[in-house]
């Protein structure tokens, strides 16, 4: 059973061009959220999503990102018109259902680099 | 707001000694905690968790102690071994559906 896949693990981006970073959960998992790390700093939340709905998105800039997580197929993250500010490492996590007690399993991460 | 709090941004400990991280948190609604580890250019990996109905879990080596008067918890690892260098996230979340919220992480040394 293959754990969270994450790709691609590097990205180099220009700045004002696209980024997609992709998840695929592990098997049966329905339930995705994405974080992300600054250097020297803790993960933070960015988005909930289950099947085809955002549960929350608050932690996600309202401007120039965007999550989703089709029926079929990975959840992507795009981010639009990158700067550099935006890099960072992008990890994704996923778990068996929402509740509290099932833990999260996390991906190896995305890690952005805008030029 | 930082709604989890880890307030050591390093901590060193001799090898075969107890390493003793610690976490506070704000926010009452919080009934589910986990600790995660992580090495460099990996992603987090889950170690240990605990229901807020719970003041104790051990695992092997490892063990967190929930005190919720205060809103704090604290994972022991005992006794330390050099594997054990890393960085530990401390991580809450509510209870039905709701994200998981991580403090930013306490980089544990293992001294030989």
């Known amino acids: 059973n293959a754990g969270v896949m994450q790709n691609p693990r590097h990205l180099v981006r220009r700045r004002g061009q696209e980024a997609r970073l992709r998840c695929s959960p592990m098997k049966g998992h329905s339930h995705v959220y994405w974080y992300r790390q600054l250097p020297e700093e803790g993960l933070k939340f960015m988005v909930y999503l289950q099947k085809e709905n955002i549960i929350d998105e608050s932690g996600m800039p309202k401007e120039r990102f965007s999550a989703e997580f089709p029926k079929e197929g990975p959840s992507i993250l795009r981010i639009q018109q990158v700067v550099r500010g935006d890099s960072a490492a992008y990890f994704c996590?996923?778990?068996?259902?929402?509740?509290?007690?099932?833990?999260?399993?996390f991906g190896q991460g995305t890690r952005l680099t805008v030029v | 707001d930082q709604q989890v709090k880890q307030n050591s941004p390093s901590l060193s400990v001799q090898e075969g000694r107890i390493s003793i991280l610690n976490c506070d948190y704000t926010n009452s609604m919080f009934d589910y905690f986990l600790w995660y580890k992580k090495y460099p250019a990996e992603g987090p990996t889950f170690l240990i968790s605990i229901s807020s109905i719970k003041d104790k879990n051990e695992d092997g080596r490892f063990t967190v102690f929930l005190n919720k008067s205060a809103k704090h918890l604290s994972l022991h690892i005992v006794p330390s071994q050099p594997g054990d260098s890393a960085v530990y996230f401390c991580a809450a979340r509510g209870n039905r559906d709701d994200k998981i919220i991580f403090g930013k992480g306490t980089r544990l040394h293992i001294l030989p």
């Open positions: 996590a996923s778990s068996l259902t929402g509740v509290a007690g099932a833990e999260a399993f």
